[in-house]
């Protein structure tokens, strides 16, 4: 199994590479999402500590499952070889209507195959108003490709 653009990387393909995994993450599909990553994947997302497309799975199912409206939107940062770093921020509400703007940033590591082998990610959540939400295409589904990205939200962050 494969998931091009292969490392190692160039701008272009580094962009190419946060887009594809912003457009998986918007479909809230988690089987779908699992195939980016290596079969013995391993994650840190926030204090929790994975390994396996089939931990991913289930941490994904119990996200959506949580985070209502869900809207994602990443940001490449660097790159090397075979490893990207981006920024992201998503929004979504909880059970009782809350809405949050989540932060953060993830260092990615890839196999030849362009297959996701780590995946460490830091994220800090902020309550925001309803009125506040800045992400507000139709969902799930992907941004569209004429919507402002990080650097061009109102704040730019």
């Known amino acids: 199994m494969s998931r091009p653009p292969f490392p190692p990387f160039t701008r272009e393909t580094a962009m190419q590479k946060v887009r594809g995994a912003e457009d998986g993450w918007n479909s809230r599909n988690p089987e779908k999402v699992s195939l980016a990553y290596t079969e013995d994947s391993i994650w840190r997302n926030r204090s929790e500590f994975l390994q396996g497309r089939a931990a ?7 996200k959506w499952a949580k985070e209502h409206e869900y809207r994602l939107v990443k940001e490449l940062w660097g790159f090397t070889d ?3 770093a981006v920024r992201f921020q998503y929004e979504w509400h909880d059970d009782a209507g809350h809405w949050f703007r989540s932060y953060g940033n993830e260092n990615w590591e890839f196999d030849e195959q362009g297959l996701m082998r780590r995946r460490e990610a830091s994220i800090n959540d902020v309550g925001i108003w309803e009125r506040e939400r800045q992400f507000l295409w139709d969902a799930p ?6 919507y402002p990205g990080l650097a061009n939200t109102p704040k730019g962050y």
Do not use: Y
Not at 56 to 62: E, S
Not at 141 to 146: E, I, L, N, S, T
């Open 82 to 84: 075979n490893r990207i």
């Open 56 to 62: 991913i799975v289930k941490f994904l199912t119990g």
């Open 141 to 146: 589904g992907p941004r569209p490709a004429d």
